[in-house]
């Protein structure tokens, strides 16, 4: 087990509904990401935080948004669900960036997901 | 722009072949790393090995190993004498250096492995 806690491990919305997915990083790590894991599919990036601001976004709307806390932890947050958001959301945590190598070294350590389905 | 191609999406074999899971990259950076990462069906993604793009060397770890080749882009992971419990699926992904900014895995599609007994 990597340390990483998602929860919770399943959801069931409606579309129009709003979601928030929540994420406890390894200790240690202040940086946090996530991933949208489509069926199969490999994961995409949706964004980065460190240091409680955004790091980095991937190809993904506004109507996904993030949180992080003082404690490291992260919200994912999705508005107005649409049924293309089904899919496993991966949360992964690092050391902070650019310790233990430059960035981008840094292997990214999982949670086991949080699998939602809009129905 | 950066994109990881895995071709093979299924792979079956019987019990203590050997299998060779197939990565192939495209980056325009001279400086960036390669991940293997396992995916049993609980859903969370195993760290299996990093390899940075100035190290060509072939790296072994018991029943694994994997080729990096710059000259083709190509990171490739071979499993020796498999065994049930190597059923997974298996995805490989790049993350490029980078002053500033994210560090963002990009991935490619997996290769589902089955290994019968």
């Known amino acids: 087990e990597t340390g990483v806690t998602q929860s919770p491990t399943h959801l069931i919305k409606t579309r129009g509904q709003q979601v928030t997915l929540r994420c406890s990083s390894q200790?240690?790590?202040?940086?946090v990401s996530w991933y949208q894991q489509a069926l199969g599919q490999g994961p995409q990036f949706i964004f980065q935080?460190?240091?409680?601001?955004?790091?980095g976004r991937g190809n993904f709307p506004p109507r996904f948004s993030g949180l992080q806390f003082p404690n490291y932890s992260s919200e994912l947050n999705v508005n107005a669900l649409e049924l293309d958001d089904s899919a496993l959301y991966l949360c992964?945590?690092?050391?902070?960036?650019?310790?233990?190598?430059?960035?981008?070294?840094?292997?990214?350590?999982f949670g086991p997901g949080t699998r939602l389905t809009v129905l | 722009a950066q994109k990881v191609t895995q071709a093979q999406t299924e792979i079956s074999v019987v019990e203590k072949e050997d299998v060779t899971l197939d990565c192939v990259y495209e980056t325009r950076d001279t400086t960036y790393y390669l991940f293997w990462y396992k995916q049993p069906p609980s859903g969370e993604l195993v760290f299996l090995i990093r390899?940075?793009?100035?190290?060509?060397q072939n790296e072994i770890s018991g029943r694994y190993s994997w080729n990096f080749q710059k000259s083709t882009s190509s990171f490739n992971f071979t499993i020796t004498a498999s065994q049930v419990v190597d059923s997974a699926v298996y995805f490989c992904?790049?993350?490029?250096?980078?002053?500033?900014?994210?560090?963002?895995?990009?991935f490619g599609q997996g290769t589902r492995l089955t290994i019968n007994p």
């Open positions: 200790s240690g790590h202040n940086t």
């Open positions: 992904a790049l993350s490029e250096a980078s002053i500033q900014g994210a560090q963002k895995l990009v």
């Open positions: 992964a945590s690092n050391p902070s960036l650019g310790t233990g190598g430059p960035l981008g070294y840094n292997e990214q350590f």
């Open positions: 390899r940075n793009s100035f190290d060509e």
């Open positions: 935080y460190y240091r409680e601001e955004e790091n």
